[in-house]
């Protein structure tokens, strides 16, 4: 896997090189560019296969970077210091970033989820991301969904549940549509994270608060939702759930 980094700090670059030789070496790190010019001549001349691109730089950031390139055909992460919107923006349009300092672990992780990617980001992951940092909305009404198919872009309040299943996750939504998503529930329960009415009731189930009717008695219980369906509460998180549910409770 060839990779090209970018970032205007030369000590970040150099860091990153060094953990990526250290834990990933089955990435390449064919360029190392301190200016998003140079990284845009880079990417034209070698077309990697993973793009490390910085957010915060002088004369063109890291999303204006992204509105340059005609055809991305790699898989991109971004590197940031921590700016929640821009991180939030990011992840309702499914893609991949690392805070710096780059932690190891995360790394590797982001490394194993480009090399199962079985496609560059959709043009409409990126339109969407570079929409959203644009306008600077506060809401973010869709997310975004990678499936076999290409890219899904659901309205989070037509989300019912959500069901894992190993690594995909089934999205159930108000139109009694099941859409497949490409993503473990773990990253949806991420992607979702901004939203408190989204609640894991059970490791392989999350649900919209909005959407429960009923709360049955058990060891856990389950809940009924909306359109009638039944979801296992596991012990372990059963308490929590009753007090999303009951906030005012003593």
């Not at 340059?68 to 971004?78: A, G, H, R, T």
Request: aromatic share 8%.
């Amino acid at each position: 896997m060839k990779a090209i980094l970018i970032d205007d700090e030369l000590h970040c670059l150099d860091t990153l090189g060094i953990l990526l030789a250290d834990y990933c070496p089955e990435v390449e790190v064919i360029d190392k560019c301190w200016s998003a010019k140079k990284g845009l001549e880079a990417i034209e001349k070698q077309r990697p296969d993973i793009l490390f691109l910085d957010i915060e730089m002088p004369v063109m950031n890291g999303f204006e970077v992204l509105e340059q390139i005609k055809n991305i055909d790699f898989s991109i992460v971004f590197t940031t210091s921590y700016d929640q919107y821009a991180i939030k923006a990011i992840r309702f349009s499914a893609l991949d970033y690392l805070l710096k300092p780059v932690d190891p672990k995360e790394l590797i992780l982001s490394i194993r989820k480009a090399a199962t990617q079985k496609s560059a980001p959709a043009p409409e992951q990126v339109l969407m991301l570079i929409d959203q940092i644009k306008s600077r909305q506060s809401g973010f009404v869709k997310l975004a969904v990678p499936t076999t198919q290409g890219l899904e872009l659901i309205p989070v309040d037509q989300i019912l549940r959500c069901d894992a299943d190993d690594n995909y996750t089934h999205i159930h939504t108000k139109g009694k549509t099941r859409i497949t998503a490409c993503r473990s529930l773990k990253d949806i329960e991420e992607q979702l994270g901004d939203f408190d009415f989204f609640v894991r009731v059970h490791h392989s189930f999350l649900v919209n608060l909005n959407e429960i009717v009923r709360y049955v008695k058990g060891e856990g219980g389950y809940v009924v939702m909306s359109d009638g369906h039944t979801v296992d509460v596991s012990r372990t998180r059963k308490e929590m759930l009753l007090k999303k549910l009951q906030p005012n409770r003593l």
